[in-house]
Nanobody, 121 residues
Framework: VQLQASGGGLVQPGGSLRLSCATS????????WGWFRQAPGKEREFLAA???????TYADSVKGRFTISRDSAKNTVYLQMNSLKTEDAAVYYC????????????????WGQGTQVTVSS
């Protein structure tokens, strides 16, 4: 599975961004898809995931602000981020795994290259 994340950039606090993760190589519908982020000096943090049947899971830190979705026709997974805070600044990664949702990054098999999100006024 190949993953290509995009959509990062500079946004002011309170603003919004939508990240995209284009996928290829394996049947899109048979995977669990997730988003993580990693700030300098910190571990990679689970944010959200969606299973192949459409069940979504969120970390408490982003629940109510971020929304994960997928478009099977486009083989793309999205992360809509609203009400962004300065502490949301990080490199954001999409990930895929044929198994169930797990919050530890080490359990995910496939990773995109990351896209930088900067939140600053």
């Amino acid at each position: 599975v190949q993953l290509q994340a995009s959509g990062g950039g500079l946004v002011q606090p309170g603003g919004s961004l939508r990240l995209s993760c284009a996928t290829s190589g394996r049947p899109f519908s048979r995977f669990t898809w997730g988003w993580f982020r990693q700030a300098p000096g910190k571990e990679r943090e689970f944010l959200a995931a969606v299973t192949w049947i459409g069940d979504s899971t969120y970390a408490d830190s982003v629940k109510g602000r971020f929304t994960i979705s997928r478009d099977s026709a486009k083989n793309t997974v999205y992360l809509q981020m609203n009400s962004l805070k300065t502490e949301d600044a990080a490199v954001y990664y999409c990930a895929a795994d044929p198994g169930r949702v797990r919050t530890q990054a080490a359990h995910w098999a496939y990773w995109g290259q990351g896209t930088q999100v900067t939140v600053s006024s």
